[in-house]
Nanobody, 129 residues
Framework: QVQLVESGGGSVQAGGSLRLSCVASGFTATGYCMAWFRQAPGKGREGVAYISSDGTTRYGGFPRGRFTISQDNAKNTIYLQMNGLNTEDTATYYC???????????????????????WGQGARVTVSS
């Protein structure tokens, strides 16, 4: 059974940084698409960053170079490094995973929350001014 566990959320002042981690377990397939989404109070879930099993990365429209997604295959972990945080980044951040036959299936696809079956419990990020 696939399990995703996030950590690293917390409170930070505007301009600060946080790094979120997501440990994945419970699968042996080598092809996957993974992503970070976020959901602010009263808003829908939006894509932040995406990474596929071959290390290819993509980003949603808003981070504009402030966020970086990466992975450590040896630890079955993806990360989201967030710099220059502002109050609009306050949200619960979720990691998501979808197993695919090969990494190329991720390209141009798997950008919507509805594309993902497996989700972590969420990590709360609060940015104060």
């Amino acid at each position: 059974q696939v399990q995703l566990v996030e950590s690293g959320g917390g409170s930070v002042q505007a301009g600060g940084s946080l790094r979120l981690s997501c440990v994945a377990s419970g699968f042996t397939a080598t092809g996957y698409c993974m992503a970070w989404f976020r959901q602010a109070p009263g808003k829908g879930r939006e894509g932040v960053a995406y990474i596929s099993s071959d290390g290819t990365t993509r980003y949603g429209g808003f981070p504009r170079g402030r966020f970086t997604i990466s992975q450590d295959n040896a630890k079955n972990t993806i990360y989201l490094q967030m710099n220059g945080l502002n109050t609009e980044d306050t949200a619960t951040y979720y990691c998501a995973l979808e197993l695919v036959p090969a990494a190329r299936y991720c390209r141009g696809n798997y950008e919507r929350s509805t594309d993902y079956k497996h989700w972590g419990q969420g990590a709360r990020v609060t940015v104060s001014s």
